[in-house]
């Protein structure tokens, strides 16, 4: 075979996360040929460790299903919410709202789980290389063609494709190449979190549910996440601004155990623990790229966008994306048509479910209840789970876009909604 063959491909992928496994599984399995650079080695650290359960269906389409239930990670049926004064929620349990086997999903460690993703793409043809960083995406005018890519052991060179896929995370090499990152200015969000041995855990059906439990004047919030191994990842959510300016400290741990003060639903669940792991940090991550596509490129997972670990969406718009733009690429292969045209045609969709996320995500920082909800609208508590589960590409979820409304703005009227001014204020 000719040097010149060995540097051709198919769809070359850039990062071997979950949108970048998916997008490369996706393709390869119609028999194409695609090659994916991770500059990293498995395994290795990722926060976003909550699936919910509409990643189930992606799962499925990747042969994903059988690992995943012959894995040892915490089994996850339900999210609990608690008050800024402690009060548990009753539980939003999926099953009760859809009784199939995708309403029964997990917390995963990402090490362990993107590696398995990683190595199911390998088995289905993907020719992987970890270790090997894209240096530069090569074009020719605006059309992507190709990168330049170094493997850990100094070797560079060239491979050219009909498509480059960036699943690069939030480098986001080719947002930036292009200028395209929008930053969400309403989610100016940061996090602040650790892991713990021997926390609180329930028992049962309860064992593996998230818990978002929020801090005195709805100022922030805490994910509890059960994970196996008798470890629990719990970190906090608020303002920036809030959370790192206007201290007395810039210590990390100080900060931490500030807000655990403030949070009664927590402290208990905490008494006797261990931390076990160092303090992570990640600043203001809200932003989505201006579209996902160009002339032979194409953006998924979080170098398309990331919204907010609320309600634990990352996984799934990272598998959601895959699934999407592999089915737009399988398609512009097929047809010899690689245009931007052609490659963005997921994108309307895939938005709308971004935003139909995104909505519930602000009203919780705008003092959204669910409890309230559900006593006025009990006939719509069906929808609002279906939003929590992920299901965000069925229309029919808009149904509590107005009741939404209504109450905003009699909170609004009332002096009660919170704006992000008041939510950052010490």
């Known amino acids: 075979m000719s040097a010149a063959a060995t540097n051709r491909t198919d769809v070359i992928v850039i990062g071997g996360g979950p949108s970048g496994a998916t997008v490369?599984?996706?393709?390869?399995?119609?028999?194409?040929k695609v090659t994916l650079f991770?500059?990293?080695?498995?395994?290795?650290?990722?926060?976003?460790?909550?699936?919910i359960p509409e990643t189930y269906w992606v799962l499925d389409r990747l042969k994903m299903l059988d690992k995943m239930k012959g894995s040892h990670f915490v089994k996850k049926h339900s999210v609990q919410f608690v008050t800024q004064h402690g009060k548990l929620s009753e539980p939003f349990y999926f099953w009760d709202n859809k009784p199939?086997?995708?309403?029964?999903?997990?917390?995963?460690?990402?090490?362990?789980?993107?590696?398995?993703?990683?190595?199911?793409?390998?088995?289905?043809?993907?020719?992987?290389?970890?270790?090997?960083?894209?240096?530069?995406?090569l074009f020719d005018g605006q059309r992507a063609i190709g990168v330049r890519v170094a493997t850990d052991d100094g070797v560079v060179r060239e491979v050219f494709a009909e498509v480059v896929v960036d699943a690069s995370g939030q480098s986001a090499m080719l947002m930036d190449h292009f200028q395209?990152?929008?930053?969400?200015?309403?989610?100016?969000?940061?996090?602040?979190?650790?892991?713990?041995?021997?926390?609180?855990?329930d028992t049962g059906k309860d064992e593996g549910a998230t818990i978002v439990l929020q801090v005195a004047g709805k100022k922030g919030w805490f994910?509890?996440?059960?994970?196996?191994?008798?470890?629990?990842?719990?970190?906090?959510?608020?303002?920036?601004?809030?959370?790192?300016?206007?201290?007395?400290?810039?210590?990390?741990?100080?900060?931490?155990?500030?807000?655990?003060?403030?949070?009664?639903?927590?402290?208990?669940?905490?008494?006797?623990?261990?931390?076990?792991?160092?303090?992570?940090?990640?600043?203001?991550?809200?932003?989505?790229?201006?579209?996902?596509?160009?002339?032979?490129?194409?953006?998924?997972?979080?170098?398309?966008?990331?919204?907010?670990?609320?309600?634990?969406?990352?996984?799934?718009?990272?598998?959601?994306?895959?699934?999407?733009?592999?089915?737009?690429?399988?398609?512009?292969?097929?047809?010899?048509?690689?245009?931007?045209?052609?490659?963005?045609?997921?994108?309307?969709?895939?938005?709308?479910?971004m935003e139909r996320m995104r909505r519930l995500v602000c009203e919780f920082y705008d003092g959204f209840s669910f409890g309230r909800f559900v006593k006025r609208y009990p006939h719509l508590k069906g929808h609002l789970t279906d939003l929590l589960i992920g299901d965000l590409f069925d229309p029919k979820v808009d149904d509590v876009v107005e009741p939404m409304d209504i109450?905003?703005?009699?909170?609004?009227a009332a002096g009660k909604l919170l704006t992000p001014e008041m939510v950052a204020a010490p």
């Not at 395209?180 to 979190?193: E, G, I, S, V, Y």
């Not at 953006?299 to 309600?311: I, K, S, T």
């Not at 109450?407 to 609004?412: F, T």
């Open 407 to 412: 109450i905003r703005e009699e909170q609004h």
């Open 100 to 137: 199939h086997e995708c309403s029964q999903t997990w917390q995963v460690v990402r090490s362990e789980f993107d590696h398995l993703m990683l190595k199911n793409a390998a088995e289905q043809g993907v020719e992987v290389h970890e270790g090997a960083k894209v240096h530069e995406v």
């Open 24 to 32: 490369s599984t996706l393709v390869a399995q119609t028999g194409k």
């Open 38 to 51: 991770e500059r990293d080695r498995f395994p290795r650290f990722h926060i976003g460790e909550s699936l």
């Open 180 to 201: 395209l990152r929008q930053w969400d200015t309403q989610l100016k969000k940061a996090a602040l979190w650790t892991y713990w041995k021997g926390a609180y855990r």
């Open 223 to 353: 994910w509890y996440i059960p994970l196996h191994d008798d470890i629990v990842s719990v970190g906090v959510v608020a303002n920036f601004d809030y959370l790192f300016k206007n201290r007395a400290t810039k210590e990390h741990e100080q900060i931490y155990f500030e807000e655990v003060a403030r949070c009664p639903g927590l402290q208990p669940r905490l008494e006797g623990a261990e931390r076990v792991a160092p303090f992570r940090v990640q600043k203001e991550y809200s932003y989505k790229a201006k579209k996902v596509a160009g002339d032979g490129w194409v953006l998924v997972g979080d170098a398309f966008g990331f919204l907010d670990p609320l309600y634990s969406s990352g996984v799934l718009l990272a598998l959601k994306s895959g699934e999407l733009a592999a089915d737009a690429i399988n398609e512009a292969l097929d047809k010899k048509d690689t245009s931007e045209t052609q490659l963005r045609k997921w994108e309307p969709d895939y938005l709308k479910g």
